[in-house]
């Protein structure tokens, strides 16, 4: 599948040696190989988001989109309907309620989406938006094991040179140059102040809000000390910096999304208008943490039982109970924890009128908030 034009690029991306592993793959176990471009839906409805959202300050997550509108979506139909295949397998580390090759499906069940046995090479987020119809007819068959045992599985096989290979990290068409020089061929520079967020006092320049995310350490030499971001004032274009890595303005114990996508259906507790207690993950590579959903309007409000550090908008945030992802949504709103009179002057209006958070440990606050 390609999904990015490297004619554009310079030898940033892997996409020609990925190809040609592929070949060698296909001789090996005697299968054809099919080679789909898909190069325009990705421009159209991944990269295209993907840059408004940098302009409006957001930092989303590529990878969930492409799974949702590219590979189980147009690949899912081309392979289904065009090649009249029964089913897909993806290399995902996930787990499916039809079994690693769909040898439990029922055609009236509903399929669920379940944790895999690696819980450091687990998936579930970037499949956490996926349709019920692809669900149904995908197979994980890696999800039963250890990246450990699928690599020894490929040497007792005699693919040594695919065990060997490093794994993908980051987004392909960025390879390994600096984020910041990528996006600006893409985003003009929009200059502005870095400010401490305790003292109110300006500390250095940036080119953009789109160069930053959220508790990233920002790159201001000749200061006694290391600074990360805490927020981003759209209207300013000002982004407040906060003192050291553990400063309290960068954790979180609470965020709002919008409207969440249900895998198996909207969970029971909140057909009830009851409160959902499960787990949720922002970045795969985190653990899951405890946390209490509300449904607010059309989104959700969120509360960590614990604090989270640099819960980003933008993101999304899946959502499990037990071994099964319900499903996620997208993070647009992180309030204040604590806050100081210096620095609250630095944020907007909206933000300024979010009540003290031990308020929200209240249900019934919650509720008059939504209604």
Known sequence: MENWDVNDEKGYCSL???????????K???????????VKQYWNEVFCNLIKDYESGLTPNPDVLCNRHIKFNYLYNYIINTLGADAIATGHYACSSFGPFLENYEPNKVVKL?????????QLLFLSQVEQEALRKTMFPLGPF????????????????FAKKKESMGICFIGTRD?????????????????????????????GLHQWTFGQRSKISGLPKAYFIARKNIEKNEILLAGGTEHNILYSKLFFTSTPHWIAGKPEELQNEDILECEFQFQNTQDWVPCVIFECNKGLIVQLKTTKRAVT????????????????????????????????????????????????????????VCN
Do not use: W
């Open 114 to 122: 379940l944790k895999a046995k690696d819980p450091k090479k687990e």
């Open 28 to 38: 090996f176990l005697n299968i054809k190989l099919h080679k789909v471009s898909f």
């Open 146 to 161: 250890l990246k450990s045992e699928v690599k020894s599985i490929a040497y007792q096989y005699g693919l040594e040179k």
């Open 16 to 26: 020609d040696a990925d190809y040609a592993d592929a070949i060698d793959l296909c």
């Open 179 to 207: 984020f910041q020089n990528f996006i600006r061929e893409y985003i003009e520079d929009k200059p502005g102040h870095f400010i401490d967020i305790d003292t109110g006092k300006v500390v250095g320049e940036h080119r």
């Open 313 to 368: 908008p933008g993101q999304y945030a899946a959502f499990c109970k037990g071994n099964e992802c319900l499903g996620s949504a997208r993070i647009v709103y992180t309030p204040v924890s604590e806050f100081s009179v210096n620095y609250m002057n630095n944020f907007s209006n909206e933000e300024k009128n979010i009540e003290n958070e031990d308020k929200i440990e209240d249900v019934d606050y919650i509720s008059r």
